[in-house]
Each structure stands twice: as structure tokens, then as C-alpha cells.
């Protein structure tokens, strides 16, 4: 069985700076990704970034990037220079495990002014 | 590209009718499309995986009969709410594996059904 836990129900950050979202995982699967979506109110889930069981180097993608530290089990987004825009619901999903996606129960950022 | 649509938006339904959401993928071929259940201020909860040409899989607690699910094509599933209460009121978000590499899901932009 898979499992994800994100252990921060809401954060805050100043615009422009940086900020941690925390995801650790349970998986007994050798092989999985790790998803992070977006979520504004609109309610569309908007793909992050992925990272590989089997990748080497954190994943990066713009502004994100994935903390990857598979011996702890974590898998921590990092928005760099943030942006009012990025005040949004933020998920962890891992996958797939026999054919499905576990997510996370999210995290609400708050990007202040 | 790696369009998914969702159709109708929102809708609203009286008590004991049914209702038809589509998920579409526009520019891709999907083998595999998830369906998820969403309530206010929590996480997507997993109903059902549809796999094009055979039945769905359905997750523990989820009622077959209630929600049905059809893959005809590697473009379209659909679900449907057959006798619909209030208690199904939520958000309903489907999305479609392209089957590359990174199994990278692709969500369409969600249903918000509304039962009185």
C-alpha cells in the first residue's frame, strides 16, 4: 500500500521569497513517481514537477524544485521567489502503485504582499 | 498539448435524476482514465480507474451500480451519477494517463455537481 503524508495544512510566505512544502511517503513498490499538483480555487490541478524513484538529481522546473531524499522518504517542493499567483492548494501524489495515485491532503498557501 | 477536457463544468440536478460527466483527452491517446472525488477543503479521493474496452475498477466503498464508468474509446470515458441525493454533491475530477514514461497524469479542469 502507498501512502502520503503532507503534515502542514496551511503556510505562509513574504512575495519573492522562498518557501518549503513538506511530503513524506510510504511505499513498498520499488519503482514510483512523485507528483506535486497545484490547485487554485478554480478547482483545475495544474502538474509541477516529477521525480523518479530512480533519478538521481532533484527534479527542477522554473521556480520548483523537488527535495528528493529517498532514504528519509521525503519528496519537498520548493517554490523559489514567490509570487502572489502562487497562492493555491498544493498536493503530493505518488504513483502509480498497482495502477493508481495516492494523494496527499494538501497544503494552502498564502503568498503575502 | 496533453489536453483533457471535462464536460459540463457544474451542473445541478434534482434529486433522483442522473447526470453524465465526459472526460476527453483532446491530443493524446489514453489507455488508462482516473476518476476523483473531491469535498470542500479535502484532498482527491480515488473512486475508480476506467480502462478503455473493459470494465472499470472500482476502490473499496465506491458503488458500482451508483457510479458508472465507460471507456468506449481512448479518448472518452464518462461518468455517471445514476439516481443522484445530495450527499453526492462534490467536485469530480477525472484525468488521463498519456502512458509515457513518467506515467504523468493529466486532469481535466473538474465537475462541480450540485444535487437538490
Known amino acids: 500500500a502507498q501512502k502520503i503524508t503532507q503534515t502542514q495544512p496551511g503556510m505562509f510566505v513574504q512575495e519573492k521569497e522562498a518557501v518549503t512544502l513538506d511530503c513524506t511517503y510510504d511505499t513498498s513498490d520499488q519503482s514510483y513517481g512523485l507528483f506535486w499538483y497545484k490547485q487554485p480555487s478554480s478547482g483545475e490541478m495544474i502538474f509541477l514537477i516529477y521525480q523518479g524513484s530512480y533519478d538521481e538529481q532533484n527534479a527542477t522546473e522554473g521556480r520548483y524544485s523537488l527535495n528528493f531524499q529517498k532514504a528519509r522518504k521525503s519528496a519537498n517542493l520548493v517554490i523559489s521567489a514567490s509570487q502572489l499567483g502562487d497562492s493555491a492548494m498544493y498536493f503530493c501524489?505518488?504513483?502509480?502503485?498497482?495502477?493508481?495515485?495516492?494523494f496527499g491532503t494538501g497544503t494552502r498557501l498564502k503568498v503575502l504582499a | 498539448g496533453a489536453v483533457v477536457s471535462q464536460h459540463p463544468s457544474r451542473v445541478i440536478c434534482k434529486s433522483g435524476t442522473s447526470v453524465k460527466i465526459e472526460c476527453r483527452s483532446l491530443d493524446f491517446q489514453a489507455t488508462t482514465m482516473f476518476w476523483y472525488r473531491q469535498f470542500p477543503k479535502q484532498s482527491l479521493m480515488l473512486m475508480a480507474t476506467?480502462?478503455?474496452?473493459?470494465?472499470?475498477?472500482?476502490e473499496q466503498g465506491v458503488e458500482k451500480d451508483k457510479f458508472l464508468i465507460n471507456h468506449a474509446s481512448l479518448t472518452l470515458s464518462t461518468l455517471t451519477v445514476t439516481s443522484a441525493h445530495p450527499e453526492d454533491s462534490s467536485f469530480y475530477i477525472c484525468s488521463a494517463d498519456r502512458d509515457s514514461a513518467r506515467d504523468e497524469q493529466f486532469f481535466g479542469p473538474g465537475t462541480r455537481l450540485t444535487v437538490l
Open positions: 501524489a505518488i504513483g502509480p502503485g498497482t495502477y493508481k495515485y495516492i
Open positions: 476506467s480502462n478503455e474496452g473493459s470494465k472499470a475498477t472500482y
